[in-house]
Structure formats: structure tokens, C-alpha cells
């Protein structure tokens, strides 16, 4: 007799596995997070009471120690006061073959250096050449100490033509806290005025004028 197949049998469903539960970090167990916590509060405790001591070590507490520099503030830069005055210069003397006529024409403050703008005109009827400042004295009224003498240069002289002007700087250092009333005298080598036919051994023209001085 033949035997009658049977259906093959369903495979039985397998049970879940049971999951792997992670292991904690090592800090973060009990046995050890209660004394990482308290040494951590006692390292904290400890850097603020020795405080001053770490100062010490590392001399912040040292009083030689140099102070931080502080930014140096700039100063108001002073700018020069020119004042106008166009006073003519009085004429003490000249040889007989110049005529030579002179005005300070503006004085410029900057700090304690004060510098006059000179104007002179040759009145004459020949060329004066060769003219030049022979001597500066700058006086203050009122004062006694001997007069200022110029700290720019002299030496340069130059050529008056008949009727046309011509300007000239000088500049004075003057003391701090000067009175502002000041008298120049000044004398002008006027030798090249000179015609062939005059022999007067004086070579030069005396002025003087006084001016006040504005801050």
C-alpha cells in the first residue's frame, strides 16, 4: 500500500533576543561620580582661598611690577595766529645816498616762535643791489634782559629795484609767559645804493618800531 505524503511542516517563529544593555561610562557611575564631584569642589575651593598665593607666584602682586603703559592722549596741535599790522618802520638814520623805506607788515605767532614779515621799497631813482639785514635786536618792553636774536638766517641779501617792494622773514624764539608789547630795531646794509659819486663810509639804515604781540 502506498503511503500518503505529508505537507511539510511550517518552520516555528524563533523568540527576540534579548538586547545588549550599553555599559555606562566609567566616570558616570555611582562609585565614581561621588568623588570626581567632591575632589572637583575641593580643587575649585582650593584655587580660591590660595588665590593670593598664586598672585605671588606669578608676581601679579609684585609692586615693582611695570604698570600697563596708557595711550598717551595727543595735544591740541596750536596753529600759527597771523595778526596784520602794516606799521611803517621809523627811520633813524641812512646815508645820504639811500632812501630806503621800510614796514612790518604782519607778525605770526606758532607757540613761543614769532615771525615778522618785513617790506622795503627803494624810493630812489638807481637799483640797490646787495641789500641784506646787518643786525636784528628784538626788545621787550619792560624788561631788562638782553634782546632776542634771530634763530633764522640773515645772511641772504637780495636786489631793490626803484618802486618795487620787497618782503623778508624773520623769526624770534621768545620766552614763556613774555609781556606782549615788543620793540625791534634793525640795521639794513644799504651799501649797493651807492652811486659812483658818493664816498660816505656809513653803509647802513637804521630802524626801529614797536608792535604788540596777540595771542
Excluded at 608789547?181 to 658818493?198: E, I, K, R, S
Aim: proline share 14%.
Amino acid at each position: 500500500m502506498s503511503q500518503t505524503p505529508q505537507p511539510p511542516q511550517s518552520a516555528q517563529p524563533q523568540p527576540p533576543r534579548p538586547r545588549k544593555r550599553r555599559r555606562k561610562p566609567w566616570y558616570r557611575k555611582p562609585k565614581i561620580m561621588g568623588p570626581l564631584a567632591v575632589a572637583t569642589l575641593i580643587g575649585v575651593l582650593g584655587i580660591i582661598f590660595n588665590f593670593p598665593r598664586i598672585q605671588h607666584l606669578i608676581g601679579l602682586d609684585n609692586p615693582n611690577t611695570a604698570p600697563t603703559p596708557t595711550p598717551a592722549i595727543p595735544t591740541a596741535t596750536a596753529f600759527p595766529k597771523t595778526s596784520p599790522l602794516d606799521i611803517p618802520l621809523q627811520l633813524i638814520s641812512q646815508p645820504n645816498y639811500a632812501n630806503v623805506g621800510g614796514t612790518l607788515v604782519s607778525v605770526t605767532l606758532s607757540g613761543q616762535i614769532i615771525e615778522l614779515r618785513l617790506s622795503f621799497v627803494n624810493n630812489g631813482k638807481a637799483a640797490c643791489i646787495g641789500v641784506k639785514f646787518h643786525t636784528l635786536d628784538l626788545h621787550l618792553i619792560k624788561s631788562s634782559e638782553p634782546p632776542l636774536k634771530p634763530t633764522s638766517s640773515i645772511d641772504q641779501s637780495w636786489t631793490l629795484s626803484p618802486g618795487v617792494p620787497e618782503s623778508q622773514s624773520v623769526q624770534f624764539q621768545i620766552p614763556p609767559g613774555a609781556e606782549s608789547q615788543y620793540n625791534l630795531t634793525l640795521l639794513l646794509d644799504v651799501g649797493g645804493c651807492a652811486t659812483p659819486h658818493d664816498s660816505s663810509p656809513n653803509r647802513y639804515a637804521n630802524y626801529k618800531v614797536e608792535f604788540p604781540v596777540t595771542e
